[in-house]
């Protein structure tokens, strides 16, 4: 059974870091495309971050240049490496594995990622980032 665990979450000053990981069990050597959700009070869940089985980023525009996501396929760990946080960073932030690979689409010749939920089949519990002013 796939279990992903979250941690690395706390409270930091705008303009600081986080490095967040998401321990992975239960699926071997096989490499899914993991992705970086989170969820602020009041909103939709939305998409932050992804890294396909080939290994291919995509970052949500607004943490574009900010957030780098990574992962340690040895060690079933994935990253989130969040700089120049800014207050409206401020969730709960999931990881999730898609097993059957994310879904992408074209747009003037490039290829971008389509945070389609539906393509994740597991997910942690989450943990919260706040980020003060």
């Known amino acids: 059974q796939v279990q992903l665990v979250e941690s690395g979450g706390g409270s930091v000053q705008a303009g600081g870091s986080l490095r967040l990981s998401c321990a992975g069990t239960?699926?071997?050597?096989?490499?899914?495309?993991m992705g970086w959700f989170r969820q602020a009070a009041e909103k939709e869940r939305e998409g932050v971050a992804i890294?396909?089985?080939?290994?291919?980023?995509d970052y949500a525009d607004s943490v574009k240049g900010r957030f780098t996501i990574s992962q340690d396929h040895a060690k079933n760990i994935l990253y989130l490496q969040m700089s120049s946080l800014k207050p409206e960073d401020t969730a709960k932030y999931y990881c999730?594995?898609?097993?059957?690979?994310?879904?992408?689409?074209?747009?003037?010749?490039?290829?971008?990622?389509?945070?389609?939920?539906?393509?994740?089949?597991?997910w942690g519990q989450g943990t919260q980032v706040t980020v003060s002013s």
């Open positions: 890294i396909d089985n080939d290994g291919r980023p």
């Open positions: 999730a594995a898609a097993p059957r690979g994310c879904s992408w689409y074209w747009a003037g010749g490039s290829r971008y990622w389509d945070p389609n939920e539906g393509d994740f089949e597991y």
């Open positions: 239960g699926y071997g050597n096989m490499i899914f495309c």
